[in-house]
């Protein structure tokens, strides 16, 4: 089956550190541009970040030097990893898929995970 | 803030039609990228409805069709069912952003 399950989530102060992970299965990792979007909890959809075949990054304005996205081909796994975290980087995070078929835009979703960030 | 705008809600009975308008800019829309849409039911991943401006992906009824022109777009959804209660959302590429950027989201009500 052709999915993405991303995990990770949780609860985390205000400064603090957590990394999601995003496995993707049923189709071949290494051939696709992966993004991460998220979802303030009643908000619309923001992109956050994207990494290419090459591994080459972009970041939205908000995250950038903040967050650092990467992925390793081998255990089919795209990661993020947020640090200096802040109350308005609560959101659930959205793990996709770039299409082939389609055009620059998301053809595959997970499920999402959600990240609130309090003290 | 959102540089793709949406009416935050729109609304019709059932059976008939209802259409959401997406603006951009010369930075997305305006500048040839295409606009996609996307269906989202409650506590669910979005849905992709329309690619390039006006193709449904396989499965998607043809109830649902899309459009563009310039900085705008639209999707119209005709027939209404209740099953269509939704939030959607209009997506293209800006190159300011050098991302993806959304729409701020329009929330279907069928009365």
């Known amino acids: 089956e052709v999915q993405l399950v991303e995990s990770g989530g949780g609860l985390v102060q205000p400064g603090g550190s957590l990394r999601l992970s995003c496995v993707a299965s049923?189709?071949?990792?290494?051939?696709?541009?992966m993004h991460w979007v998220r979802q303030v909890p009643g908000k619309g959809l923001v992109w956050v970040s994207r990494?290419?075949?090459?591994?080459?990054?972009a970041y939205a304005d908000s995250v950038t030097g903040r967050f650092t996205i990467s992925r390793d081909n081998a255990k089919n796994t795209l990661y993020l990893q947020m640090t200096s975290l802040r109350a308005d980087d609560t959101a659930v995070y959205y793990c996709?898929?770039?299409?082939?078929?389609?055009?620059?835009?998301?053809?595959?979703w997970g499920q999402g995970v959600l990240v609130t960030v309090s003290s | 803030q959102s540089v793709l705008t949406q009416p935050p809600s729109v609304s019709g009975a059932p059976g008939q039609r209802v259409t959401i308008s997406c603006t951009g800019n010369?930075?997305?829309?305006?500048?040839?990228?295409?606009v996609h849409w996307y269906q989202q039911l409650p506590g669910t991943a979005p849905k992709l409805l329309i690619y390039?401006?006006?193709n449904r992906p396989s499965g998607v009824p043809e109830r649902f069709s899309g459009s563009k022109s310039a900085t705008s777009a639209s999707l119209a959804i005709t027939g209404l069912q209740a099953e269509d209660e939704a939030d959607y959302y209009c997506?293209?590429?800006?190159?300011?952003?050098?991302?993806?950027?959304f729409g701020g989201g329009t929330k279907l009500t069928v009365l």
């Open positions: 996709t898929r770039e299409s082939h078929d389609y055009g620059d835009l998301p053809d595959l």
């Open positions: 049923g189709f071949t990792f290494s051939h696709y541009w």
């Open positions: 990494i290419n075949t090459d591994e080459n990054p």
């Open positions: 010369n930075s997305n829309l305006g500048a040839g990228y295409d």
């Open positions: 390039g401006s006006s």
């Open positions: 997506q293209s590429y800006d190159n300011s952003l050098s991302g993806w950027m």
